[in-house]
């Protein structure tokens, strides 16, 4: 049998195969943050289609921590019914569900919105200027990813994804191009992966049984920037704080677009994981069945995430089983088509 529709199971979560949906906005939010019946829809299908997890677009912890102004969010206790639905709706289609919980940093661009960041710096020339954090702006967005954990527990997810990616607040503290902060939370490997860990000290008594998976980026495409080798050390020193998984991509921290083929960012997540021995779920434009079965038996990959193709082919996953030759448990209702 492929691998790719073998088992895996992560604490206590179990997942009938090993394609995870990417994280993929879908900026049709209204401002308030709140799902609408086509985030349902959406999402449901791609259960139908197959997909083992399914992980919700970024959702803010905060209104001005949203990368648009219409961003999910999960900042108020009001956004939790819609969320419910959405999970329920996997549920009953035979899939599992993470939710990517992030804040925007310096690259929101909410009209109105007060942006902050680690450091004073803008993301480019077009953008503005963010004040930087205090140390109490520090501690109150630590307690927002808290509660927002707490919310999504409710809701029901089987899974927490931090954002610590894409050039968004986490990465900024991750990154000496964003953080030139002089104390604590900045310079060191050590002081600059701190809000991550504070970070985990508050939700893992929260989350309990069930996974945290990190997002980063583990390539900023620019000198100066971090490497594969600098998300390991920085993953080492927090990774006992209840870190299960990592999810690998690159780029988004500055205005450069890497060369991407199919595949490209694989090396980086051999590298985290050789470095670390965390499981990781990696990717990057991968577009057939042949491709993700590949990463998988061969790359000593736990998981491989798609995003474009899955907007393209919601029933990517039936229909590579079909192309692998893989037995698997196919909605009824499509039994006789395969």
């Not at 995870?20 to 139908?48: D, K, Q, S, W």
């Not at 803008?122 to 200027?129: G, I």
């Not at 990616?165 to 986490?170: D, I, N, Q, S, V």
Request: aromatic share 6%; hydrophobic share 40%.
């Amino acid at each position: 049998m492929s691998k790719l529709f073998t088992e895996y199971n992560i604490k206590n979560l179990k997942l009938k195969n090993r394609l995870v949906m990417a994280p993929m906005c879908m900026f049709c939010a209204p401002e308030n943050g709140m799902v609408t019946e086509f985030h349902i829809m959406h999402y449901a299908t791609r259960a139908l289609g197959g997909i083992g997890l399914i992980t919700l677009e970024a959702t803010a912890i905060s209104p001005e921590g949203r990368i648009s102004a219409n961003d999910l969010g999960i900042w108020s206790d009001e956004h939790i019914p819609g969320l419910k639905r959405i999970v329920d709706a996997v549920h009953g289609y035979g899939g599992k569900i993470a939710i990517q919980i992030g804040h925007a940093g310096r690259k929101s661009k909410v009209p109105g919105a007060e942006i902050e960041a680690p450091s004073a710096i803008a993301f480019d020339a077009e953008s503005a200027t963010p004040k930087e954090m205090t140390k109490e702006d520090i501690k109150e967005t630590v307690e927002e990813f808290k509660q927002a954990v707490i919310r999504a527990d409710k809701a029901g997810f089987d899974m927490i994804q931090l954002h610590g990616a894409h050039g968004y607040l986490l990465n900024e503290f991750f990154s000496p191009l964003t953080n030139k902060r002089t104390d604590e939370y900045g310079g060191s490997h050590e002081n600059r992966v701190r809000i991550l860990g504070k970070i985990l000290d508050a939700i893992k008594p929260i989350w309990k049984d069930k996974p945290i998976e990190v997002r980063v980026t583990a390539d900023d495409y620019a000198e100066g920037g971090n490497k594969a080798e600098d998300l390991a050390i920085m993953l080492n020193l927090v990774k006992n704080k209840g870190i299960d998984s990592v999810n690998v991509s690159t780029g988004g921290l500055v205005n450069v677009a890497p060369k991407a083929f199919p595949g490209y960012q694989i090396p980086h997540a051999k590298t985290i994981k050789e470095m670390t021995g965390l499981p990781v779920a990696a990717g990057g434009l991968i577009i057939t069945a042949k491709d993700a079965n590949d990463i998988i038996e061969n790359e000593n990959i736990e998981l491989v995430y798609l995003g474009r193709e899955l907007l393209r082919n919601p029933y990517f996953a039936l229909n590579a089983a079909k192309e692998l030759q893989a037995e698997i448990q196919t909605p009824k209702q499509y039994m006789r088509a395969y």
